[in-house]
């Protein structure tokens, strides 16, 4: 009888052993879709806040470019570059919302997009937005959210704008200037993102460029240029006997301000091009990518000081300056791409072609107030190349990109500034470039404890008697 009443204990016992196996791999099945679906949100949750902080920071770039243009320009111009940058800005990210992004990134055929009106979130966000949590597993499928990829991108625009704002500083005219603004980031800017990042005919070639050498800083170089001959120099800029006047920068920390500030930026810039944060290999990445960018922008700070005085006939500390954006440049093609060796060498190389791209400009009598053609065009195309040294990227492709960008870039801007000249006219009187466009257009001097105003009003002529 004993015996009789331990095997039905046992049996007992073997029978709740079963149970509760079952009732742990029940509880398991239910809960692998969850611990699924709570891994895919804390994804989505890092990725998004990765893309909207990383962008904000790249906003703050449109401070540095306006500190370092208000300060490269003479007093009497700096507060119209602070009405320009301010403006470019939000015609960037207008312009960008209503046609850019869409012809950059949806339905790209190869060489465009979608020509559709605005942008917004996707219909599973909105739903969620709205209440409906089952709309949940919907959206973190995406990876990030939809407006804060638009948002990360569109800060990469106004950039690109900014560029061609101090080249032709102190005699543009402000809406020619910002009409031009309108077309460049509303179509020229979106078609090179088409070809590239949206998958287009270079990207199918294999065309690399991780966060824009060319796609952003030689479109903007390029676009720059064209809008240097057609405006032309600012008066007396270059001398009948081939020398060239001196104008000097107004305020020397003002412009190294701003290169801090870029600096900083460009962290943002090049570490948030990783496009994700949710995983250790992508935290490394990033890692590997900012140290990398700060390294290109030192070594390109030090060249160009070295090669200031061979180049230039002097120390220049605006070479110097310019030497980090050079870096900073070249070094935006290929971030992720070898050793920190390999990211001082490509910023080096960069700043001796920016260092002696200044000299050219000036040989060929091409007025770029800030120095932005060098350090954006004539880097970007290098930092571009530059992949190809350990990276494994085709030579000939590279080359293609880079000469296509530019055929495109180029040509449309100029056929842009022309016909913004035949219709409004470009370029300021040659009195307002003489006064200064603070005074003449906005009434409101960047320095009035130091520069005499002229009252329009008041009818005194300030001319010398003599």
Sequence with gaps: MIRNLASAAMSSKITGRRIAAILVLGA???LVPAAAQAQDETAFVLNTFSFLIWGVLVMWMCAGFTMLESGSVRSKNASMICLKNIGLYSIAGIAYYVLGYNLMYVDVSGFIGSFQFFYGPSAAETALIGGDAAQTAAVTENGYSVMSDWFFQMVFVATTASIVSGALAERVRLWSFFAFTAVLTAVIYP?????TWGEGWLYARGFSDFAGSTI???????AALAGILVVGPRWGKFQRDGSVKSTPPSNIPAVTLGVFILWMGWFAFNGGSVLELASAG??????????NTNLAAAAGVLTALLVSRPILGRLDLFAGLNGAIAGLVSITAGPDIG??????LVGAVGAVICTAGLRFLESRRLDDVVGAVPAHLFAGAW???????????DWFVQLTGVAAVGAFAFSVSWLVWKGLDRLMGVRVGRNVEEIGQDATELGLDAYPEFVLMVDPDSGDDYRDED
């Design 28 to 30: 398991a099945i239910l």
């Design 191 to 195: 078609v090179v993102g088409a070809w």
């Design 216 to 222: 952003v800083h030689s479109t903007g170089g390029w």
């Design 282 to 291: 992508a935290a490394v990445n990033m890692s590997n990518v900012i140290v």
């Design 339 to 344: 050793s920190g060796g390999r990211a001082m």
């Design 383 to 393: 930092g571009t190349m530059a992949v190809c040294f350990g990276g494994d990227y």
